[in-house]
């Protein structure tokens, strides 16, 4: 999966590269940042990567608590199949990794 920056469509390999690239360069250049929606807050839905078996498994979740911008509780949902119930439920202490990473959380990809 790759990001581009919003303003000059360079690509990245991950949401934090891009969005460190948007604030360092843009910013600087006087170009107005839109705000920022990268501060995870109880019920915004991001994606929950799957376990070591299923690395491409990505899992709708809503965020149940906040430890820190990086470090969250989730409900992750099943997307229908019997084999999701290891993946789905109650996670706690998840981490904001790049979207292949698997047991970690992003953000949704924009479409």
């Not at 690239?21 to 807050?41: C, F, L, S, W, Y």
């Amino acid at each position: 999966m790759t990001y581009a920056c919003r303003y000059c469509e360079q690509v990245f390999g991950g949401p934090r590269s891009r969005q460190d690239h948007e604030i360092e360069v843009h910013q600087n250049e006087g170009i107005e940042m839109e705000a920022r929606m990268d501060k995870p807050t109880i019920g915004r839905v991001v994606h929950y990567v799957g376990t070591l078996h299923a690395p491409e498994n990505h899992y709708p979740a809503i965020v149940t608590h906040v430890h820190s911008d990086t470090c969250v509780n989730l409900f992750v949902f099943p997307k229908g199949a019997a084999n999701d119930v290891p993946d789905t439920g109650l996670k706690t202490s998840v981490l904001l990794h790049d979207p292949d990473v698997p047991m970690s959380w992003h953000w949704p990809e924009r479409g």
